[in-house]
């Protein structure tokens, strides 16, 4: 059993680094991230593990022999003004896990899970399982100019060796991360921490409609041909169908032009975020919207087009791993952010647990949990490894 | 009688003034505002009128003696890339009737009508008509950081002179304006012009909504607090609104924060464009649209205010003048974009007469119109003089 002291001694190593006034920042492939690599080699060595660092330059903590090991473990890495415990109670709860599990158990720290620094964000676990587009990666430029291939190389990480991340995967038998709960949806299921039994699908719709700017005043709305009026009616029709079929839809992104106070809107780019626990339920709303969308562009003489400019079809966790978890009583949850733990599910078995965040706050300062209830998350994984390593 | 000939003579002079690939530029205050004067001057000087401008830069072409006199005009400004007769085609048709008529009539080219390079509109006939906020026009600015004041004694006129524009009012008894049609209504009539039984009221709405930036993912439906989902039914809610009581209604500018793809917007800022026939009916819109914005404010989580940030209640042109403009047969239209006769109307009789554009387009190098209905146009003009002036 681990309780929250555990915890917290570990953590207290890290909270001094990349602490501002604003909250916690800890960009990958800085000084901060050095030494939260510190903090990881001497937990490490406190418990007999060797430290190795693969080649997208994520850390493992690995016992002795060849493996392959079962691992448990999340990221070190934060966004700009972060909290304290998004990643970094994961690997700390991963090192307490270690420390008690009687099987061998490897821990990971996976590098710029954030990718807060060049929009990269799973990078790590990306390069591992072999699906990161390494090309495109390598020349992306930080706020000051730096590529992430002279980041890389400055944190002592080859990046012409990036394309051979994979080879570490032969190490791993399974993993499980612990995160912190980025909604309110453990404490409104008055647990300690959930089991996730997916990460949500998700679908990023562009949407771009052509009108014609004409005079405010003299064009008659029989005759006008009004981009942002017919985007409104998009809007309200997304939101309308996703709440039917229980999604998530954000208009998180939106462009008018001209933009100007007597003219009519002409052109519109808008971006749709529709997230869910179902791919065929967002396949339905994708569908349905589409025709909606070209109706109302029809009635209102504007032009419409939708793309699906990205999506993701979800990633179902290994049942025989949540079912274990879940035995305590431990309320299955859809979780609805992106993590590592659902990068590597692809490739090995896989399980998550999220710990109950009272306020739902995530990516600020005033992210909050209980070390007492991520100490029985880390203990159902302690038990988890115990039946299964 | 007047024909197309004779307004085709008088706007061959102007045709070459600011013409460009793109259509005509003849900002005010410019080169090719002065060349516009010294065509106004050859008019005015083959009619043995005499010119003066007045403290705004407004340009009158005089009879002998003392007046007040009727006077006939409009503008020689453009927009930036406009067309050939906005303005243009007025101050043409006015000499033709002074040309013709047997009574003295002058003619006026009021100063920046189109405002389009200091935002500015029907700057000479505010100035005139003592509503022009002196103090807060004369130190803007235009694009290349020009002020209005320096621009204007660039071009002859002593901005420390703008406030006494006023005294040149008692020069006149009354105004008739012909103008081009900025809408297809004078065509949907059948009738080579049309006599403007008022302007349109006008208002426009400021609304600022304020709700909380959270993760597209993770936070659920019911907690989150979207500014652009509540700022799109509330434009829905505005244009319905709007059509049930016959008012034209523009979405025209809207700023999204922080206008992110995977980020709950925060802040939205909207303006709305209404105009109608009806003051009364403007207001009760406005009074409709806040209930139902508070409504969906308080159902969305997000804090809405809506302001009215300017207005004008319209200007109904005098009767007996639009009686006998009408007396043809002309059809009487509401115009729905502003004109200087609109000002000249609250301080002496009035009247606006608009010719027929088959298009509908304005403030393009694709306006157009035939001479010949400008000409009839100008030819009602003629006739009401000789029975008023």
Redesign the interface.
Known sequence: MIDGADLAARMAGLEPIGLGPDGTTRLAWTSEDDATGAWFADQAQALGLRVERDAAGNRWALPPGDGPWWAVGSHLDSVRAGGRFDGALGVAAAFAVAARSAKPVAVISFADEEGARFNTPTFGSRALTGVLDVADVLGRADADGTTLAEAMRGAGVDPDGLADAPAALERLRGFVELHID????VDAAGAPFGVVGAL?A?R?LALELRGRA????????E?RR?A??V???V??AA?DL??AAGL?????????AP???????EHVRL?L?A?GADAAALDGFVAALTEQAQALGAEGRVEVTLRVESRSDGTAFDRTLRERLSAGGAPEVL????HDAGLVAARRPAAMVLVRNPT?I??AAAETVALEDAAAGATAILELLAAVA
Do not use: K, Y
């Open positions: 980025q909604s309110t949806d949500a998700r990023r004409d005079h405010a005043g003299t064009t008659s709305m005759e009004d942002m009026a985007a409104a009616r809007i309200v939101l996703g709440l998530r839809i954000t208009p998180g992104r939106l462009l008018v933009n100007a106070l007597t003219t009519i809107p971006w975020d997230r979780c609805f952010a992106g739902g995530s990516h």
